[in-house]
């Protein structure tokens, strides 16, 4: 369990929380508190008051991957091979060990081609995708996600949810502009002004969203 217990820091103020494991998606709109509260669960940042725990735990003693809303503020290295082994690098893992998963998780996300790309010749969407298979690649506890799939086009948002439910992390957090993505969910919640409003079933949140622009164009459409 994720538990925020009297929770602050700047304009967010979560005073109980707890987010079971599986998929969760903060939605909201623009100023609610969401890339706050991301980072608060990623370790980035440290609440001013109260606390954060991951399963008995700080995130910073945590193994998280974390990927930043802006591609290029995720990616440090030149090529995209260099990228996705810099995590396996990092922990000292025998070249041999990291060769065979850099390949390995090219392949499952779809990007086996760009491995030796310059990062800086990708578009958008590619540094996105090789942001969240760098992300993955060391099979992460906790995984938090900041709009990522804003840079994605449809077929590749369908291959990110498809590998991010089989990526093994207890947690996945994100956020989201996209209420079609928000509904593949376990967990809602909605933040506004700094607060979480509304949290649970996608099906339950969305209920009292019917008025919104959050409701999910799809949803509007059934019979």
């Keep these: 369990m994720i538990e925020f217990e009297n929770v602050r820091f700047r304009a967010l103020s979560v005073p109980s929380l707890a987010l079971p494991p599986g998929l969760t998606t903060i939605i909201g709109p623009n100023g609610a ?27 910073r003693k945590t193994e998280v991957g974390y990927v930043n809303e802006f591609p290029d503020r995720n990616l440090l290295f030149s090529t995209v091979h260099d990228e996705l082994a810099s995590p396996l690098r990092f922990r000292h893992t025998p070249c041999v060990e990291t060769e065979r998963e850099v390949r390995t998780c090219a392949e499952r996300w779809g990007i086996a081609g760009l491995l030796e ?3 800086k010749d990708m578009s958008g969407g590619e540094k996105c995708l090789v942001a969240l298979a760098t992300a993955c690649i060391t099979r992460p506890r906790v995984l938090v996600l900041d709009e990522y ?26 956020c989201t502009q996209q209420m079609e ?3 593949n969910s376990d967990r809602l919640l909605f ?21 919104t622009p959050f409701y999910p164009l799809s949803w509007r459409c059934r019979p």
């Design 117 to 119: 790309r310059e990062v």
């Design 191 to 211: 933040l506004e002004k700094g607060r979480v409003v509304r949290g649970g079933k996608p099906s339950a949140v969305f209920a009292d969203l019917t008025a």
């Design 33 to 59: 508190g969401k890339s706050t509260f991301l980072k608060l669960c990623a370790g980035i940042a440290e609440p001013e008051e109260g606390s954060i725990i991951v399963d008995g735990q700080s995130p």
């Design 181 to 183: 993505t928000a509904a």
């Design 149 to 174: 799939d804003s840079h994605l086009d449809a077929g590749r948002c369908a291959v990110a949810e498809r590998v991010l439910r089989s990526s093994g992390a207890d947690y996945i957090v994100r």
